[in-house]
């Protein structure tokens, strides 16, 4: 009889960007409710199933690999989530947004309403909707999530943002932009450029796409 | 699924006392003590010295100031106000802080003392109060050399005052250890004027009596002069210092303790959860498959990182595990994720 490993993994957690502002902020925003995990860093094409070893060390290169300390930004980390699904799953949800890139000229207007394949049977929209991040907010005078309407998600989507060079995250089940029509911002240059991100909140599917504004006059 | 939500038994919260050594770099003696001829002369140098750890004056340790209630001992803010000085407003500033009555006079042990010498550590230093019984503190004069501690060992009831704790400062071998002969009393005090002065451990100050200090040898002084001139610069702190700092090196020994409130929270994926990878190396081509045949029936991920969420889903806190942990379908984590605030 040998004795049963019981030990926990203990780890330290430092506060995001987003967890010092709702900290401060007060009135109870800063509430851990839930958790999710990631394996970042991981690149499953070195896990080997044709290590000649034996199973055991299909995951050798992978299970001792050094890992990176925690990055503070939010945008910047839990990019790759772990997800429930039935076992047997052989697709995993993935998103279609529809564009895989985004072209728009200045002052026009786009709907981009996300489908997410493979989930749940089948394709469909996500019943908590998605979570639409812009990279830099100045590109687009509009940037609104519609199409669901709970308390938490409106008080998300209300949230206004400094008009400088940061992020901004609304959720919906379609997003609707509308591109900047401040040339100032174009400088001497034609175009100006962004990252848009759009994840299932329920899948944790996610998907990055690059945002492009035409200067028109 | 991505995220699971938490049960209230997952949350505990933990306040833990941490104590450390107090000086810059994680060192518990200072040995060697340093002024800045720049703060020396400038007006504050009236009131007050800083002390530093080095020659480059960069890091304070914390200061010196001398006080007296008759405002002696320094030069006059104006001759037509009498006893309004320097060292009469630092008086005034620390029987303010710590009596809380203008009129009450500082006693140390059993001796009514009307004037002291300050040490006020840097907040940065002591935290968020000195560690009591942790003080060794080695002073000069022109008699001899003489240790002092605090009596935190030694008293069964703790006094208070406007500004928390106060123990009296005791002759020592050590830190914490009291050493008595014939120029003190069995409580370690001078035999004729008191306590050698106060430790403040929540406010992280020092108090020395300069009366017991001055005495002779047989009265368990050390013949640390002062001077008591009326509107005249008495250079106590200066005076002080070269006590504190010795004809060599001397020393000087604290702790800081701090009171470290931690929120642990429990994560725990179940055997079932969590086994599939959004990651987009675990699947191949552009139609979601995953990357092994294998990875249909017996997925194998790894967890790197524990993200901690809102009802918004906005991550808060993010935790990253030293190693990947191999997470499948046989196998149920316990993470335990420490938020130190």
């Known amino acids: 009889m040998g004795y049963l490993n019981n030990s926990i993994v203990t780890v330290d957690a430092i506060l995001t960007t987003k967890g010092r502002q709702l900290l401060a902020q007060g009135g109870g925003a800063f509430t851990i409710t839930q958790f999710a995990l990631a394996d970042d860093e991981i690149d499953y094409t070195l896990y080997n199933p044709n290590q000649p070893s034996g199973s055991a060390y299909y995951g050798e290169a992978l299970q001792n690999m050094p890992l990176l300390e925690a990055f503070p930004q939010e945008t910047q980390t839990m990019k790759y989530k772990l997800v429930t699904l039935p076992r047997g799953t052989a697709k995993m949800p993935i998103l279609d947004l529809g564009y895989s890139a985004i072209v728009i000229k200045q002052g026009a207007s786009l709907a981009v309403t996300p489908q997410t394949l493979n989930y749940t049977g089948g394709n469909q929209v996500e019943a908590s909707g998605y979570t639409f991040t812009i990279s830099d907010v100045r590109l687009f005078s509009t940037f609104e999530g519609v199409g669901i309407n709970t308390p938490s998600v409106q008080a998300l989507n209300y949230t206004s943002t400094i008009g400088t060079n940061v992020s901004k995250t609304v959720v919906g089940t379609t997003l609707n932009l509308k591109a900047t029509t401040v040339n100032t911002l174009f400088g001497s240059n034609t175009q100006l450029q962004a990252t848009l991100t759009v994840e299932g909140r329920d899948s944790g599917a996610r998907a990055t796409i690059p945002v492009t504004v035409t200067k028109v006059s | 699924m991505s995220y699971k939500r938490l049960e209230p038994d997952d949350f505990v919260i933990s306040a833990d006392s941490i104590t450390a050594a ?185 108090l020395l009596n300069p009366v017991a200090l001055s005495g002779s040898i047989a009265a368990g002084g050390i013949g640390l002069a002062v001077s008591r001139s009326f509107d005249a610069p008495g250079n106590n702190n200066v005076r002080i210092y070269k006590a504190i700092s010795g004809s060599t090196a001397s020393t000087f020994t604290l702790n800081s303790q701090e009171t470290v409130t931690s929120d642990y929270v429990f994560v725990r994926p179940r055997s079932s959860e969590f086994n599939y990878s959004e990651n987009p190396s675990f699947i191949s081509g552009s139609t979601g498959e995953v990357i092994y045949s294998d990875f249909i029936n017996n997925p194998q991920v790894y967890i790197t990182t524990v993200g901690l969420y809102n009802d918004n889903n906005e991550l808060l806190a993010v935790a990253k595990l030293s190693r990947p942990l191999l997470k499948d379908f046989t196998k149920e984590a316990l993470i335990r994720v420490k938020l130190d605030f």
């Open chain 2, 22 to 206: 107090m000086w810059v770099g994680g060192v518990p003696t200072l040995t060697y003590f340093f002024t800045s001829s720049t703060q020396e002369a400038s007006t504050s140098g009236n009131y007050y010295l800083n002390i530093y750890s080095s020659s480059a004056a960069t890091d304070i340790q914390f200061a010196v100031a001398y006080a007296n209630l008759n405002g002696s001992g320094s030069e006059l803010y104006n001759n037509a106000v009498t006893g309004s000085s320097p060292t009469a407003t630092i008086y005034g500033q620390y029987q303010n802080l710590i009596l809380g009555d203008e009129n009450a006079p500082f006693i140390f042990g059993n001796t009514t003392s009307s004037d002291f010498w300050a040490i006020s550590i840097e907040r940065n230093q002591y935290k968020e109060a000195i560690f009591p019984g942790s003080l060794f503190l080695e002073l000069s004069g022109s008699l001899g050399v003489i240790n002092l501690t605090d009596d935190s060992n030694y008293v069964s009831t703790v006094a208070y005052s406007e500004a928390g704790r106060v123990f009296n400062l005791i002759s020592a071998s050590a830190a914490g250890v009291k050493v008595t002969n014939s120029g003190t009393t069995t409580d370690g005090w001078s035999v004729n004027s008191g306590s050698y002065g106060w430790l403040l451990p929540d406010i992280g100050t020092i």
